[in-house]
C-alpha cells in the first residue's frame, strides 16, 4: 500500500499565467464521449481528455513551479493531459510506472465545491474506502505519490457543472 503523503497548493502558478490557460481551456473542442472509449472496459476513461504533452512552455512552467514549490524530486516529467470530469460514477484507480513516482492534478476551470475536487481512498479488506478529499480550487495543485488510490468527486456534486483540470507526472 502506498502512504498518502499530500501537498496542496494554491495559487500555484503565477497568475497571469493561469488565465491565460484558463482560457484556452474554455476553447478546446471536447468532441463526443464515445471518442474516449478504448477496447479495454478495465482501462476505459470515464473523462474526456486531450493530449498536450508537447506544450513545452506550459511543461516548462510546472516544472519549474513544482521545484521551487513542493518537496519532491523530479526525474522524468510527463505532461499528459488536460481533463473534463463530467457527473458519472466514482473510479477509484491509481497510476503507476516505471518512470514517474509522483502525480499532480492542477484545477483549472469549475465551481469551488469539495465535490468537484479529488477523493484520496485507502485499501480495506473488501476493497477501498473514500478516507481524504481535496476540494476543488481554480489554480489549486495537488501533489501526491503514484499508487495512491484517488478519483475526481464529481460523482457526489449536487450539479452537474464538469471540473477542468491538467494531470502530470513524474
Known amino acids: 500500500?502506498?502512504?498518502?503523503?499530500?501537498?496542496?497548493?494554491?495559487d500555484f502558478l503565477?497568475?497571469?499565467?493561469?488565465?491565460?490557460?484558463?482560457?484556452?481551456?474554455?476553447?478546446i473542442s471536447w468532441g463526443p464521449y464515445m471518442d474516449y472509449f478504448d477496447s479495454n472496459e478495465s482501462t476505459r476513461h470515464k473523462w474526456f481528455y486531450r493530449n498536450i504533452g508537447d506544450d513545452e512552455e506550459l511543461k516548462n512552467i510546472l516544472i519549474k513551479n513544482i521545484r521551487n514549490k513542493t518537496i519532491f524530486k523530479i526525474k522524468?516529467?510527463?505532461?499528459?493531459?488536460?481533463?473534463?470530469?463530467?457527473?458519472?460514477?466514482?473510479w477509484p484507480?491509481?497510476?503507476?510506472?516505471?518512470?514517474?513516482?509522483h502525480?499532480?492534478?492542477?484545477?483549472?476551470?469549475?465551481?469551488?465545491d469539495m465535490?468537484?475536487?479529488t477523493g484520496f481512498y485507502v485499501p480495506t479488506e473488501t476493497g477501498v474506502t473514500l478516507n481524504t478529499a481535496v476540494g476543488f480550487y481554480a489554480n489549486r495543485a495537488?501533489?501526491?505519490?503514484?499508487?495512491?488510490?484517488?478519483?475526481?468527486?464529481?460523482?457526489?456534486?449536487?450539479?452537474?457543472?464538469?471540473?477542468?483540470?491538467?494531470?502530470?507526472?513524474?
Not at 14 to 27: A, C, E, G, R, V
Not at 93 to 101: A, R, S, Y
Not at 103 to 112: A, F, I, K, R, T
Not at 142 to 170: C, K, M
Open 115 to 117: 465535490n468537484k475536487g
Open 1 to 10: 500500500m502506498t502512504k498518502l503523503n499530500l501537498q496542496v497548493i494554491d
Open 103 to 112: 502525480q499532480m492534478v492542477l484545477y483549472v476551470d469549475g465551481d469551488v
Open 93 to 101: 484507480h491509481t497510476d503507476t510506472g516505471d518512470n514517474f513516482k
Open 14 to 27: 503565477p497568475q497571469k499565467y493561469f488565465n491565460n490557460l484558463k482560457k484556452i481551456s474554455k476553447q
Open 142 to 170: 495537488i501533489f501526491f505519490e503514484s499508487g495512491v488510490w484517488h478519483t475526481p468527486l464529481v460523482y457526489a456534486s449536487n450539479n452537474d457543472t464538469s471540473r477542468i483540470s491538467i494531470v502530470a507526472q513524474f
Open 76 to 90: 522524468d516529467f510527463s505532461l499528459l493531459h488536460i481533463t473534463l470530469v463530467p457527473k458519472g460514477e466514482a
